[in-house]
């Protein structure tokens, strides 16, 4: 009776590891086709993720700047003067040109320049929906001509180099501030800076 109830439990014990050697190589099975099915569902999360990166860096830049790169306005800037200005923002590039001038009837008093601008974004930011700010790099070339009394008109061409930054208002009411260093010929070195005031549009 020993014997059969030992050759039982060996019978059990052995049915028990088969069940569970059984079990195991199920599981094996089953979560094998899980494991590459997720790893192809991982890889696909991580192609679309990168679809996603390159198709953001692909977009242009957008901002308050961007959605109103035209404007209009005034400009003032010494040793240049100033007069009516247009300014585009071209991307993170920028163009201005400004012109004017006095002439007095008896032309004793005779006053005009004209400008050429670039700038190029250093840093730019909507702080918020109704105010946007840039810092950029200028470069200014102009020429000015100035006449008093009887004296002849004198001629002079600037170059200048500097920062500059414009504060946006509700995307239309634009102020900048200019700080440059200009060389002049006939030879001359100086500090300029100027301000001016424009409305932007599409």
């Known amino acids: 009776m020993k014997k059969i109830i030992s050759l039982m439990m060996v019978c059990c014990t052995l049915s028990v590891a088969w069940a569970v050697d059984a079990d195991v190589e199920k599981e094996e099975r089953v979560t094998a086709p899980l494991s590459v099915q997720d790893s192809q569902e991982s890889a696909h999360t991580i192609s679309e993720s990168s679809t996603e990166v390159q198709e953001e860096r692909k977009k242009p830049f957008k901002n308050a700047f961007m959605e109103n790169p035209n404007a209009v306005g005034f ?36 006053d005009y320049n004209v400008q050429l601008s670039l700038q190029g974004m250093v840093l730019c930011k909507d702080v918020t929906d109704w105010f946007s700010t840039v810092l950029y790099l200028n470069a200014v070339i102009g020429h ?49 800076g100027g301000a001016s005031f424009k409305i932007r549009f599409p």
């Open 144 to 192: 000015r001509g100035s006449k008093m009394g009887s004296s002849e008109i004198d001629f002079k061409e600037w170059l200048g180099f500097g920062i500059g930054t414009e504060f946006l208002f509700a995307k239309y009411v634009s102020f900048t501030l200019d700080c440059l260093v200009f060389g002049g010929y006939p030879w001359e070195l100086t500090m300029g």
């Open 75 to 110: 400009n003032g800037l010494y040793p240049l003067t100033g007069g009516l200005t247009y300014h585009r923002w071209i991307d993170t590039f920028g163009l201005g040109i400004t012109a004017g001038g006095v002439v007095t009837n008896n032309l004793n008093f005779i």
